[in-house]
């Protein structure tokens, strides 16, 4: 019989990787409105939004350390330590996308987006973050199931993965068609590179959060 994570810890370790998600939204929050400074002319503040990603990235990183820290040993739990670790470092690969494609935006802070391109990135990047709230609702789900072990909780997780992967499909969909878009209408071959490989970063962070979903399904399945 599986034992409650509420009479083993003091703290669930998913206590803390519900923190952790909510600081990659908080994250992710920031990356949109950086995109949107960076596609303007009017906009003035993309260094300072650069660098609250950054700040949020380095509070998400203490909590990593922390978690990877203070599981305890010896104690029977409900999900193998390398799934729990396996899923963080996922968790934390969609706050390393975010965080690269900012990084990449950075090395053209002028460039902006090309008026052709404007509408289908900013579809992409609405179908990248709209993910990354809903793997927030999975974790928030999962420290519900891992206290009580109940089916129907199992059951509402398991419709969230199939949401979260659909998502991914659907942006991978939109990433595609950017890309093939900017085969099509960019002449400069410096700002194709850039556009491209922006798109393809962008792309990894809703394929991270689908990679969350499965170590989820992973640790519901034992």
């Known amino acids: 019989m599986r034992i409650p994570f509420s009479s083993m810890f003091i703290t669930s370790p998913f206590d803390s990787l519900q923190e952790h998600a909510e600081k990659v939204k908080e994250c992710s929050w920031a990356f949109q409105q950086a995109m949107e400074c960076y596609a303007s002319s009017q906009c003035d503040t993309f260094e300072e939004l650069r660098q609250d990603v950054a700040r949020f990235e380095n509070e998400a990183d203490a909590i990593k350390r922390r978690i990877r820290g203070h599981l ?15 899923y963080l470092r996922e968790q934390d690969n969609v706050l390393d996308s975010v965080k690269s494609a900012i990084s990449w935006l950075s090395f053209r802070p002028d460039a902006g987006i090309p008026e052709y391109a404007e509408k289908d990135f900013f579809l992409l990047i609405d179908a990248v973050i709209e993910p990354i709230e809903e793997l927030t609702v999975m974790v928030s ?32 969909k939109l990433e595609y068609t950017l890309i093939k878009k900017i085969f099509k209408y960019e002449k400069d071959p410096i700002t194709l590179q850039h556009l491209v490989k922006l798109t393809e970063i962008i792309g990894n962070i809703a394929d991270h959060a689908e990679n969350t979903a499965d170590m989820m399904r992973a640790m519901l399945a034992k």
Do not use: C, W
């Open 72 to 86: 305890p040993k010896g104690v029977m739990m409900p999900v193998e330590k390398f799934q729990l670790f396996r």
């Open 141 to 172: 789900e999962a420290r519900i199931y891992f206290k009580n072990f109940s089916e129907k909780q199992r059951q509402k997780i398991k419709e969230i993965i199939t949401n979260l992967r659909q998502m991914e499909h659907e942006a991978d």
